[in-house]
């Protein structure tokens, strides 16, 4: 794991963190050496979620602002391997584990589209789904709901180790929906998800929307910003699961 921290200004909640994560591994090789490219280069999974979080990284330290409470930039490692290396924060936290108030997922977000929307798997189980809400809007995107909750995908990333300990998460990845006419997001990452995901194609090859990337990542950026200066810590919602379990 390589983790940077950008401390907080004010004299209280400086102690207090909003954690971004990233996975940096990918899967390697595959044994097929009769293939003139083997290696699984990993460029949406998750190439692209660490790019997003270092230049989120960048745009807090450049913005010439201050911000109350402290950032954590967090690359795990081993996710592929089952979520080891956030497993190994989440159970050896560089800071108290209590001071944690929010973890933004960032893995796989697939920025072959002009995305019109954005999903946050969890946005429903506590505050950070209004906060997401109100970040996107300022780029003229919509939050839209889990179009796959039978596939539970809140319970299958690093966020989920934090979640564990009761610290509120979104998982954020782009929505089904395009600002391109006659474009269909969905189909465009269920293509992907088809023919590159885990392959050696998922690469620089692909039809890369960097505006899109820009997009996503300022979006993140203020969903990075209401975090770290609200008042209160984000909450589960007491109807949810998350929120029976943890909130006293």
Known sequence: NVAAVLPGSHDTLKDEYVVYTAHSDHIGVIKDMSRE?????????????????????????????????????????????????????????????????????????????????????????????????????QFDTEQSPDPMPEQAIFTRSDHYTLVKKGIPAVFLMTGFNSRTEGEDGGEVWGKFFAEHYHKPSDGLNLDINYEAGARFTNINFAIGKEIANADQRPQWLEESFFGKQFND
Not at 83 to 103: E, K, Q, R
Not at 104 to 110: E, G
């Open 37 to 137: 490219d083997n290696i699984n280069n990993g460029a949406m999974d998750n190439a692209s979620g660490v790019s997003v979080m270092l230049e989120t990284a960048r745009l807090f330290v450049e913005s010439g602002q201050e911000f109350d409470r402290s950032i954590m930039f967090l690359s795990v490692t081993a996710e592929e391997k089952g979520l080891l290396g956030a497993d190994y924060f989440a159970n050896n936290p560089t800071v108290p584990l209590n001071s944690i108030v929010a973890n933004v997922n960032l893995d796989m977000p697939v920025l072959l589209y002009d995305f019109a929307d954005i999903i946050a798997f969890g946005a429903s189980h506590s505050t950070l789904g209004e906060t997401v809400s109100k970040a996107a809007k």
